[in-house]
T-cell receptor, first 109, second 114 residues
Framework: AQRVTQPEKLLSVFKGAPVELKCNYS??????LFWYVQYSRQRLQLLLR??SRESIKGFTADLNKGETSFHLKKPFAQEEDSAMYYC???????????FGTGTRLQVTL | GAGVSQSPSNKVTEKGKDVELRCDPI?????LYWYRQSLGQGLEFLIY????????KSGLPSDRFSAERTGGSVSTLTIQRTQQEDSAVYLC????????????FGSGTQLSVL
């Protein structure tokens, strides 16, 4: 069965410090990986997806099939990055998503 | 156009009562999901509708939970004989069902069971 693990419930960093939110998955097939973000009092929304290989708001994530990881990184954290981040795994042709338990990122001055 | 719409936004009920939560997906989206969001549990998958296929109900926590999707559009999640542990935010999402396509989430229904 597919599973997504986000080991940190809370990650607190200083403004300007590098950020890495960890995500590991288990799935025997070809995965689709996503990062979703929920800012305070806003809807859950897509941040980025591995197939696009894009950088959004300075965030990047590389799919490492050997380590079954899809860690989210940003070199310099900003206050507005404070939010709840969810890693998600899409499997099969129907793209049903399995989410991790989420990591709350807190950026402080 | 409008995004995914959920109603009510807040629902307070007494233990043992039934509740119905509504989701109106984005027009044309054939895939519809229900998730439950609670502190420390992240996003828990409940049920998934895809087009005219039989729904994937594998995430429903008990037989008190059921969901319907009428006419391939609006969906209703029903919780019978609510319990305090049912208190959570219930999120609905829809997508075009194309592999790799993103989900659009509603703002959720905050359910409180007293």
């Amino acid at each position: 069965a597919q599973r997504v693990t986000q080991p940190e419930k809370l990650l607190s960093v200083f403004k300007g410090a590098p950020v890495e939110l960890k995500c590991n998955y288990s799935y025997s097939g070809s995965p689709e990986l996503f990062w979703y973000v929920q800012y305070s009092r806003q809807r859950l929304q897509l941040l980025l997806r591995h197939i696009s290989r894009e950088s959004i708001k300075g965030f990047t994530a590389d799919l490492n099939k050997g380590e079954t990881s899809f860690h989210l990184k940003k070199p310099f954290a900003q206050e507005e990055d404070s939010a709840m981040y969810y890693c998600a795994l899409g499997t099969g042709t129907a793209s049903k998503l399995t989410f991790g338990t989420g990591t709350r990122l807190q950026v402080t001055l | 156009g409008a995004g995914v719409s959920q109603s009510p936004s807040n629902k307070v009920t007494e233990k043992g009562k039934d509740v119905e939560l509504r989701c109106d997906p984005i027009s044309g989206h054939t895939a519809l999901y229900w998730y439950r969001q609670s502190l420390g549990q992240g996003l828990e998958f409940l049920i998934y509708f895809q087009g005219n296929s039989a729904p994937d109900k594998s995430g429903l926590p008990s037989d008190r939970f059921s969901a319907e999707r009428t006419g391939g559009s609006v969906s209703t999640l029903t919780i019978q004989r609510t319990q305090q542990e049912d208190s959570a935010v219930y999120l609905c999402a829809s997508s075009s069902q194309i592999r790799g396509e993103k989900l659009f989430f509603g703002s959720g229904t905050q359910l409180s069971v007293l």
